[in-house]
């Protein structure tokens, strides 16, 4: 047994460190820097300065990866889900067309769903009447598709994702300011978190008993048996292959703290996935749950998302103006803010002795500062008072390449002239500086597609 087990992990750890250096992991970590340059470059236009440097994005977004991408490798092998049972060159196409609906649909909850019930459509109803079509390539295909291993993988990837959303889905989250539907400003956080997994998968073939070569596996394995049958004087041989995979995770939090949201998100996601590989499992032995199965991927995915929007709409924003000196959205961390104390979630209610009532009125007599800056607030029930060092009248200067553009009198360079401080308060309820989400309208989408295609062929008549 001890054999057994040194052999099989020496093998494992081999192919795992083999992911690391293969071309395609490294196309997944520049998309994932590609994603975080994009984040720092919004920050960088909103406050003048990047507030999460991208090389600490990457740093912990690769250690949650490696870390992630082994405990999926490890319940891969143990399950012996193989690669060519869950019909990925079907999953994809299914997946980028939804993209083109809506850019959260690019989940394999949804296209793994709809694949699957085109398993269950084409093999129960459309074979019966239509025998012929199994000479089809494409569906006979499709119907090597083995759907309890296609719902396991659908729940293995999430259970991964909410574990990696639970230990660091809200490092790294970024301060805005968000324009709400009734027209009014408030202070969020978007949370972009995105992770490249290096993956160890199976792939099974048929060869020739005599030819069998590698660890002999126990009689149990594996669990998840394959659709592929041998023949006369032949057998199963599985190999392990190097693959990687990339994971996100977007949300919003304004009416919650960051993490506050990833653990709501998280376990959720989690029960979820659960729930899912139970039946994915269990399904392999009682195919009666293949259909529940089917259904509760897409339909429990999309009734978490509804879920946590209609608890977003019954709850308060957290991050909003109320007349009562000044919240601090964000304490930049290695700042001069943080030198002198600051922490995220201070109310401050007077500047030099003076009283301050508005984001804007906070950052102005900041600026409008010499060398020290006396702050006086409330940390939850108890008063402080602390002295902000500005170090020179010229500290807080925003990036050269944004600098130019400001003028000084608009609240977008006092906005900038603070974050560099380390300061970023609360908006007040008209704030100028926002950012406003778009709204994935499906119906407008397709009227525009149409217009387009009745003006392609009106030139060509």
């Not at 992990?9 to 590609?34: C, N, R, S």
């Not at 990837?157 to 027209?183: C, N, R």
């Not at 009227?447 to 392609?456: G, P, Q, Y």
Request: aromatic content about 10%; overall charge positive.
């Amino acid at each position: 047994m001890v054999q057994f087990i040194f052999d099989l992990g020496q093998i494992f750890l081999a192919t795992y460190a083999l992911t690391l250096v293969m071309p395609i992991f490294w196309v997944v970590l520049f998309l994932v820097f590609m994603q975080y340059r994009r984040v720092a470059a919004t920050e960088e236009s909103l406050y003048g300065r990047v507030i999460n440097p991208i090389g600490r994005q990457m740093l912990t977004s690769l250690g949650l990866g490696l870390l992630g991408g082994f405990i999926a490798s490890v319940i891969l092998v143990l399950l012996g889900l193989s690669l060519e049972q869950i019909g990925l060159y079907f999953i994809w196409p299914v997946a980028l067309l939804l993209l083109l609906i809506n850019p959260r649909y690019l989940c394999f909850s949804y296209a793994g769903g709809i694949v699957a019930v085109a398993v269950l459509l084409v093999k129960y109803i459309l074979l019966p009447l239509f025998p012929g079509l199994i000479e089809i390539g494409f569906i006979d295909s499709l119907l090597k598709i083995h759907i309890p291993a296609l719902l396991v993988l659908i729940g293995l990837l999430h259970l991964v994702e909410a574990m990696l959303i639970y230990i660091g889905g809200h490092w790294g989250s970024s301060p805005i300011y968000l324009k709400q539907d009734d027209g009014k400003v408030v202070g969020a956080y978007t949370l972009q978190r995105f992770w490249p997994l290096p993956l160890v998968a199976l792939l099974v073939t048929l060869v020739a008993q005599t030819e069998i070569v590698g660890v002999t596996m126990p009689d149990w394995w594996p669990i998840l048996k394959s659709v592929i049958q041998p023949g006369e004087e032949q057998s199963l041989q599985y190999m392990v292959i190097p693959v990687a995979a990339g994971l996100g995770y977007s949300d919003l939090a304004f009416t919650a703290g960051p993490r506050e949201k990833t653990l709501f998100s998280s376990k959720w996601l989690a029960l979820y996935s659960i729930i899912l590989l139970i039946i994915g499992v269990t399904s392999e032995y009682l195919s009666f749950l293949i259909l529940p199965g089917v259904i509760f991927a897409p339909l429990g995915h999309e009734l978490l998302i509804l879920y946590g929007k209609k608890r977003d709409a019954k709850n308060n924003p957290c991050y909003r103006a109320d007349g009562e000196g000044v919240i601090l959205l964000m304490v930049v961390p290695g700042t001069a803010a943080e030198e002198a104390g600051l922490k995220t979630g201070d109310r401050i209610t007077r500047i030099n002795s003076d009283p301050v009532n508005g984001g804007e009125e906070l950052l102005r007599k900041i600026d409008d500062s010499y060398f020290l800056v006396l702050l006086e607030g409330f940390r939850g029930n108890e008063a402080f008072s602390l002295v902000l060092k500005k170090k020179s009248r010229s500290e807080g200067e925003v990036s050269e390449s944004f600098q130019s553009k400001l003028n000084k009198s608009t609240f977008r360079y006092l906005l900038q002239r603070g974050a560099a401080l380390g300061v970023i308060p609360v908006p007040s309820d008209n704030s100028p500086v926002y950012l406003q989400l778009k709204r994935n309208d499906t119906r407008t989408k397709f009227n525009r597609l149409k217009l387009k295609l009745s003006n392609l062929f009106r030139r060509a008549g």
